[in-house]
């Protein structure tokens, strides 16, 4: 096996973990947060959608198709992000939110190893 296909494949591997990770801790906040005190507004519904509802269902997706997840979680991330600098007036503060949709990112460069090293996963 080539360098550049074992490459690929452990940054795969290391993107479906994190993904997981990234997703069961995205759960455990709704299961947390679920029944208490009043839900989103319409307008929350949006910022959700993005983050983390779009990014989660990158991530899923990127498991059969890591272009087209890596991509669709990485723009939900991206979207969010205007989203909230419109929504608040500021950037949202601290890694987390990138943290979470990284995946995406790994998922790309998965994507992009075994493209070129001319291996796909089976």
């Not at 455990?28 to 005190?37: C, D, L, T, V, Y």
């Not at 959700?48 to 939900?76: M, N």
Request: hydrophobic share 55%; aromatic share 14%.
């Amino acid at each position: 096996m080539a360098t550049g296909t074992i490459t690929a494949v452990v940054v795969r591997w290391v993107a479906r973990a994190w993904s997981i990770l990234s997703i069961l801790f995205v759960l455990a906040f709704f299961i947390g947060e679920a029944g208490s005190g009043p839900g989103p507004t319409a307008r929350e519904w949006v910022g959700l959608s993005l983050f983390p509802i779009g990014v989660s269902v990158g991530l899923i997706v990127a498991w059969f198709r890591e272009g087209l997840g890596g991509i669709l979680a990485l723009g939900c991330l991206i979207a969010f992000y205007v989203w909230n600098l419109a929504h608040s007036g500021h950037l949202p503060r601290g890694p987390f939110f990138f943290l979470v949709a990284a995946p995406g990112l790994l998922f790309l460069v998965a994507g992009l190893l075994a493209r070129r090293s001319g291996v796909r996963e089976t």
